[in-house]
């Protein structure tokens, strides 16, 4: 369809937001780039290889408590009127024999469990013990915590500084990872200016906005300058960061005069979908150009914003091996009506009010997708699903925070 088509049909037939979704992830491949990097530099990054434990944690039987290592025979019979008297050493651990330990530290051998220091009294030399003990008794086997070949983590886990605490305790020092997937962000817009906007003229923040959502995602951005509604300029942009994962836009996805990204995908690759039935952002459009993902975001902030997590989000995810986990939601009342047109996915910017008895929701608005303080100033944003027409006062909902997730 040429650019007047397009202007004058509109967007009389929108696509629904699961199909056009499914549509960008068949035609995005993940990248096979694997680094070595050192267990510091791992955090939030996806293993490219499984990870096994290469030794035991512990590597020897450590003490539980602070105490005496002794032969659990040797308490036998041990009790407050009748204490079992052993001589104290330093060394291995013989019969009618104890040796000091602290928490953590090696058992002696000979030692097969540890008396706590509050159930002994030290007499010089000696040491007067009150409790009988059991074989293995406040002792921390070889291995407890990890048997060596242990497997610990599957190619493809997205490690967490727990993840790291581990490998580093079994003596992994280094990990193959997945490079993070690389985004071009493109901002687009004959208005846009850096700052000291004139009549008519906007500071540029989707790009910036965008770029930072990517890092937050695993990613690794790429920031271009601002440009304008020129389709040579566009094309140009466009095919010098192909050898990025991903390409995104920002600004000039609708069919106005000058919205020409689209047209410029069609030329040199393929508009896969342009209109999504979602609210706000449904002039948003996903296309490929020589394998390369490019997701065309609308210009309007909010919508900019919305669409960014429902399809650069996952195609990201995808590109980079990386897991895609739901967003985190939290359950709250609504305080009023919140209207939604069937057969579009409507999301409802709300505020959070956790301080009642139950958390409530107050919508903060459900159209104006120009405002970015909508965004900025709520908690999240209620989900209403196609088949319905909205939620009613007092109704229970999920509340998908978008500040949290990663």
């Known amino acids: 369809m040429n650019h007047d088509d397009r202007r004058t049909a509109g967007f009389k037939q929108r696509t629904r937001l699961s199909d056009a979704r499914e549509a960008l992830l068949a035609a995005a491949t993940p990248h096979d780039r694997i680094v070595r990097r050192p267990l510091a530099e791992a955090d939030g990054r996806a293993l490219a290889e499984d990870a096994v434990a290469p030794a035991d944690v512990p590597g020897y039987d450590r003490a539980a408590m602070d ?63 009150f409790d009988a003990l059991a074989e293995g008794e406040n002792v921390g086997e070889r291995g407890e915590d990890v048997r060596e070949g242990t497997p610990l983590f599957e190619a493809g886990h997205e490690l967490r500084p727990s993840d790291i605490g581990l490998l580093r305790s079994v003596g992994v020092e280094e990990v193959t990872l997945f490079e993070r997937p690389r985004v071009s962000v493109v901002p687009t817009g004959e208005e846009l200016v850096e700052s000291d906007p004139g009549p008519g003229e906007v500071i540029e923040t989707n790009g910036l906005t965008v770029s930072r959502l990517v890092e937050r995602w695993g990613g690794e951005a790429s920031y271009r300058d601002i440009v304008v509604d020129d389709a ?18 920002t600004g000039g996805s609708s069919v106005g005069e000058r919205d020409l990204i689209p047209e410029v995908i069609d030329d040199i690759g393929e508009v896969l979908v342009h209109g999504v039935a979602l609210k706000p952002g449904h002039p948003v459009a996903v296309g490929v150009v020589e394998g390369t993902p490019v997701v065309m975001l609308p210009g309007y902030p909010v919508a900019c914003v919305v669409n ?30 919140l209207p ?58 999920a509340v998908e925070g978008w500040e949290w997730s990663a």
């Open 67 to 129: 105490g005496y290592a002794v032969r659990a025979s040797d308490t036998f019979g041990a009790s407050g009127r009748s204490p079992n008297v052993l001589r104290i050493v330093d060394g291995p651990v013989e019969p009618g024999t104890a040796a000091r330990v602290h928490t953590g530290s090696d058992v002696p051998e000979g030692a097969d469990a540890v008396v706590m220091v509050e159930h002994t009294e030290r007499l010089g030399d000696e040491l007067e013990v």
């Open 308 to 337: 960014a997590f429902q399809f650069l989000r996952p195609v990201l995810k995808h590109v980079g091996s990386l897991p895609e986990r739901p967003l985190p939601t939290q359950e709250a009342t609504l305080t009023r009506k």
């Open 232 to 249: 040579d300029l566009l094309r140009e942009a466009v095919e010098s960061d192909l050898d990025h994962d991903v390409v995104v836009t």
């Open 340 to 397: 939604s047109s069937p057969g579009t996915r409507t999301f409802a910017r709300v505020k959070l009010d956790p301080s009642g008895d139950e958390s409530t929701a107050e919508p903060t608005r459900t159209s104006g997708s120009g405002i970015l303080s909508s965004v900025a100033l709520a908690d999240g944003w209620v989900v209403v699903p196609e088949e319905i027409e909205g939620y009613d006062e007092g109704d229970t909902v």
